[in-house]
């Protein structure tokens, strides 16, 4: 059974910095790109960040590039989000999701952690 | 970027109704369009992948078609576990974005 959990979130005063973590099972992780998508209270889904199988290429929505780091860790089927400069308006929960399908960024998003959330506030 | 547009933004329907959601790309996307469903409460969960392909397990009442720039999901028969908001989303040249959902009600 796949199975993904997010961890590390939190409050945290706004130009803080947080880390995210997903701990994977169930399926091979090296194999799959993997992704942060988030979603603001009350508001819709929003892509952040993705990464390849093995970690070669990162991709980053504008609203974060140069304040999020996406990273995995293959041997420890870990997926990471570190999150610096943080401002309110990336208050939301953060998903981890697994995509299908061979390169980046796969087909389809078919299984999503439970979400962690993540409040930048003072 | 490419931005995904889709509507309406909520819709209101009674059960066994027919009900479609359009979503519009703002450039070819070719057929890399995915649809979600999310309950309220709950993680997003792919119904529709590469515009018309089915989810394993997911009901047959959902279909999708279109190619190009429009794009369509339709409910052939609104049961009430169908109650969620609704997402298409993007995946072309190595670029992932949503459409801003269309919320589901029961009339």
């Known amino acids: 059974e796949v199975q993904l959990v997010e961890s590390g979130g939190g409050l945290v005063q706004p130009g803080g910095s947080l880390r995210l973590s997903c701990s994977a099972s169930?399926?091979?992780?090296?194999?799959?790109?993997m992704h942060w998508v988030r979603q603001a209270p009350g508001k819709g889904l929003e892509h952040v960040s993705g990464?390849?199988?093995?970690?070669?290429?990162?991709y980053y929505a504008d609203s974060v590039k140069g304040r999020l780091t996406i990273s995995r860790d293959n041997s420890k089927n870990t997926l990471n989000l570190q999150m610096s400069s943080l401002r309110a308006e990336d208050t939301a929960v953060y998903y981890c999701?697994?995509?299908w399908g061979s390169g980046y960024p796969g087909v389809g998003f078919n299984y999503w952690g439970q979400g962690t959330l993540v409040t930048v506030s003072s | 970027d490419i931005q995904m547009t889709q509507s309406p933004s909520s819709l209101s329907a009674s059960v066994g109704d027919r009900v479609t959601i359009t979503c519009q790309a703002s450039?070819?996307?070719?057929?890399?369009l995915n649809w979600y469903q999310q309950i309220p409460g709950k993680a997003p969960k792919l119904l529709i992948y590469?515009?018309?392909n089915l989810e394993t397990g997911v009901p047959s009442r959902f279909s999708g078609s279109g190619s190009g720039t429009d794009f369509t999901f339709t409910i052939s028969s609104l049961q009430p576990e169908d109650i969620a908001t609704y997402y298409c989303?993007?995946?072309?040249?190595?670029?992932?974005?949503f459409g801003q959902g269309t919320r589901l009600e029961i009339k």
């Open positions: 989303q993007q995946y072309d040249n190595l670029s992932v974005t």
């Open positions: 590469d515009v018309s």
């Open positions: 450039q070819d996307i070719s057929n890399y």
């Open positions: 169930g399926f091979t992780f090296s194999t799959y790109a």
């Open positions: 990464i390849s199988s093995y970690g070669g290429s990162t």
């Open positions: 999701v697994k995509a």
